[in-house]
């Protein structure tokens, strides 16, 4: 499968417990984002990564999550301490980066329920 | 920052007739706007996308234009089929951050 993977697809966790999400992007995308979206909203941007560097950062991302790209390839997104307003669909997408390419192609999404 | 906004939340229309998706935009800067078309339970996949240095943009059955002077941008959808049932988002971009609109729920009716 050459498009972007997100695993796990679904989780459940209790409130105060740390998840991680992994995003695996088209191959040699440079560029990788993450959005958050809640059922009946556009995703919401949350961060981007160009190779490994992250470069945006949006309000919404509180201090609790953070995001990772170590290698330039795959991403994690982390949330400590869940809240149930945390609940929502994680997605991935990513693009080449190169000039004038701008479409961003979206992984699966993870659905993250906080009981 | 940039804000997104889209019109109607919910469309319906006669199988065969057109939709019409209105957005605008705040940022003058943004330069790209795409729309794409999610299904249920599905991922986010683009349909159609117009830069700023056009007005108008068509892929058979499907058309995007842009008014950058308004600050506006629509999505028309001619012949509806059922298969057009699904959320639509109108989106815009400044340098690949992609500000998404709320939405537009169409449901195309027998």
């Known amino acids: 499968d050459t498009g972007v993977s997100q695993d796990p697809r679904h989780k459940i966790t209790k409130r105060g417990q740390n998840v991680t999400f992994r995003c695996d992007p088209i191959?040699?995308?440079?560029?990788l984002y993450w959005y958050r979206q809640t059922l009946g909203q556009g995703p919401e941007f949350l961060t981007y990564?160009?190779?490994?560097?992250?470069?945006?950062k949006s309000r919404l991302l509180s201090d609790r999550f953070s995001a990772e790209r170590p290698k330039g390839s795959f991403s994690t997104l982390e949330i400590q301490r869940t809240e149930q307003g945390d609940s929502a669909m994680y997605l991935c997408?990513?693009?080449?980066?190169?000039?004038?390419?701008?479409?961003?192609?979206f992984g699966p999404g993870t659905r993250l329920t906080v009981l | 920052g940039e804000n997104v906004e889209q019109h109607p939340s919910t469309l319906s229309v006669q199988e065969g007739d057109s939709a019409v998706i209105k957005c605008t935009y705040s940022?003058?800067?943004?330069?790209?706007f795409p729309w794409y078309k999610q299904e249920l339970g599905k991922r986010p996949q683009l349909i159609i996308d117009?830069?700023?240095?056009?007005g108008e943009k068509k892929d058979q059955r499907i058309a995007v234009t842009l008014n950058k002077t308004a600050k506006h941008f629509s999505l028309h959808i001619t012949e509806t089929q059922p298969e057009d049932s699904a959320v639509y988002f109108c989106?815009?971009?400044?340098?690949?951050?992609?500000?998404f609109g709320k939405g537009t729920r169409l449901h195309i009716l027998p």
């Open positions: 191959s040699e995308h440079n560029r």
């Open positions: 117009i830069r700023s240095n056009v």
């Open positions: 997408a990513s693009s080449s980066g190169l000039a004038g390419y701008n479409e961003q192609f």
């Open positions: 990564f160009q190779n490994e560097a992250q470069l945006e």
């Open positions: 989106a815009a971009s400044i340098e690949d951050k992609i500000i």
């Open positions: 940022d003058s800067a943004s330069n790209y």
